[in-house]
């Protein structure tokens, strides 16, 4: 399957899988903007669906009805990675996608085959248009959505070091303790991991980084450096 146009020698298509806390969205947008390449967060896209739907009364846990209204938001993926964009039908929603109502109802969208097959159809054709490659970061861009892409990793970390990454980015009266924020990533990724369509899951080919003990520079580093050897063929 052909998912990416190469327009130039250069080009390269990166894919950085893993749960929520492990450093992808960091790490993805530094590789992005250190070698060049274009960046695209798929998770905001499932989140921008999924505030779409809250937004239109849509009840997210009637499968059919997720289903029927799939294919109605426009969404819009800017991919600068030094300004990553979002918009549904015309809207910035960057914001209001990281809201707790919608993390807590992403999972529930993102498991609909109508949604995943719309959402997937968007990031590959973001991806075949990107003109010096991209880096494209998600739970399932390894394995189903991009499965030509030249470099696979799969980031991993301790549940506790997740937990408290994760914890760190809520703010306000959304900040939770660790152990409430560590039940919530348990329950996203049993639903993510167990979902029939398009599961959470490392690709055969992935390279699986572990970055519980490294700093974000170290992970970035690493990555960098496993995108720039196959650029040359080393």
């Known amino acids: 399957m052909e998912t ?9 298509i990166v894919a950085i899988d893993g749960p929520a806390g492990t450093g992808k969205s960091s790490t993805s947008k530094a590789v992005a ?10 998770g905001a896209q499932y989140r921008a669906i999924t505030w779409w739907m809250v937004n239109n009364g849509i009840d997210v846990e009637d499968a059919v009805a997720v289903a029927d209204a799939a294919a109605k938001p426009v969404i819009v993926s800017g991919t600068d990675p030094a300004a990553p964009t979002i918009t549904v039908d015309g809207t910035d929603v960057a914001g209001p996608i990281r809201t707790q109502e919608v993390t807590s109802r992403v999972s529930a969208v993102s498991a609909v085959a109508e949604v995943r097959t719309r959402i997937t159809e968007l990031q590959r054709t973001i991806a075949a248009e990107a003109p ?3 880096v494209v970061e998600g739970r399932d861009i390894g394995t189903t959505v991009l499965p030509d892409a030249d470099v696979k990793i799969f980031l991993t970390a301790s549940a506790e070091a997740r937990a408290a990454r994760r914890s760190g980015e809520l703010k306000g009266k959304e900040a939770a303790d660790l152990a409430a924020t560590q039940a919530a990533l348990a329950k996203r990724d049993a639903l993510d991991s167990g979902r029939k369509t398009s599961p959470l899951a490392k690709a055969d080919d992935a390279i699986e980084v572990d970055t ?6 170290q992970v970035i580093e ?6 720039e050897e196959k650029r040359t063929g080393v």
Do not use: F, M, N, S
Not at 33 to 42: H, P, Q, S
Not at 212 to 217: F, R, S
Not at 222 to 227: E, G
């Open 212 to 217: 519980t003990e490294l700093t974000l520079d």
């Open 222 to 227: 690493c990555v960098v450096t496993l995108v």
């Open 33 to 42: 903007a250190k070698l060049g390449l274009g960046y695209l967060d798929t």
């Open 132 to 134: 010096h490659g991209i």
């Open 4 to 12: 990416a146009a190469r327009t130039a020698p250069a080009a390269v």
